[in-house]
């Protein structure tokens, strides 16, 4: 109400403030055009009859001159008379006044009823800060451009470069159905390339939730087998070979792609865990795996770390690596520290359903007394997760 109230009180102010000059007595006295020839015109007057009576000007001539002078005199008069009593005539009507009185009244009662309607103002207020962040939301415009190529290539289907186009895209906003489609027009009328393939492989291992399957795994190896440094493409393939449990061959792909990988490659500690993992299941000492890698599988800020790459990407890799950990806890429930990753790995992926089930699994393979039992119940109680009471 507060707020309604001052809103409504600056708004009279500021109307009353500018429509003040017009409510004024008399208009303003400003020495106009006529005002001025009327004092120039008597000047003149006062100069003819000098000039007669010192004998300069001849009577004839000064009657002549004072008959001119005193023509333009009158009209000169009027015209000031005219506009001063017709100003004070204007605005000393009571219309006049009741035509402001309207304005000041009807502005603010028009500018509150429009701002009721159609404005917000229980809305918080957004800080500098939060405007300036990267939008978490996805950009219309990239809808409207998506629906437009689609359109266009409805009636073009041969145009490969907006198949091309479009495919990333469509990985991009998650349609791996649709992106796989778009891949494999953009092969059939461009020609395979690294990207493409590696594209396919990536939207068919989105479809398949993770997993390589074997037709995605047949499209890395042909980006690979164009352009063998392809990262991307060698990082599925390894993940593959994890997935198989193909261990002693993962160790070796992973410590390839660890090997050509820059330093800085949003991929390396997933990669680290995910060879230190292979090393330890094939047989191999964990400690010959890269320093900081301390258990296998991916953690909490493995999942953070690939928060760097495209949306795409971040998923596949991070839903295969948890995948690979989930089978093999099903197989080796007694590792503690796995059971915690997992949990933490479907948290950060926003799996609350799949986290809560693997709470539960991991509370029934511990003794409740146990210390792995109570780590794990602590776990659950720092992520709000309940176990299920056993039945005796």
Known sequence: MVFWLVAAGMTAAATLIALWPLLADAPRRVASRAEHDVEVYSAQLRELDADVERGTMPAAEAATARAEIGRRLLRADGKARLAMEGGARGWQRRGAIATVVAVVALVPLTSAGLYYLYGAPGLPDLPLASRQSPSQTPDPDVGRMVAAAE??????????????????????????????????????LLGSSAPREAG??????????????????AAFERSLTINPAFLPARFFLALDLSQEDRHEEAAVAWSQLVEMSPPDAPWMQIANAALADARQNGGAPAADADAGVAAPGPTAAD???????????????????????AERLATQPDDVEGWKRLIRSYRVLGEDERASEAFQTASRAFAADSAAGREIAALGTQLGLAAQETQP
């Open 200 to 217: 396919l492989g990536e939207a068919l291992t989105q479809l398949a939730d993770g997993e390589v399957t074997d037709e995605a795994r």
């Open 151 to 188: 359109e266009r290539l409805r009636t073009e289907p041969g145009d490969g470069r907006g198949w091309d186009v479009l495919a990333p895209i469509y990985l991009r906003m998650e349609r791996p159905q649709d992106a796989a489609e778009a891949f494999r027009q953009a092969i059939r």
């Open 303 to 325: 999942v953070e770390a690939a928060s760097q790459m495209a949306e795409t990407d971040r998923q596949a890799m991070i839903r295969g690596m948890v995948g690979q950990l």
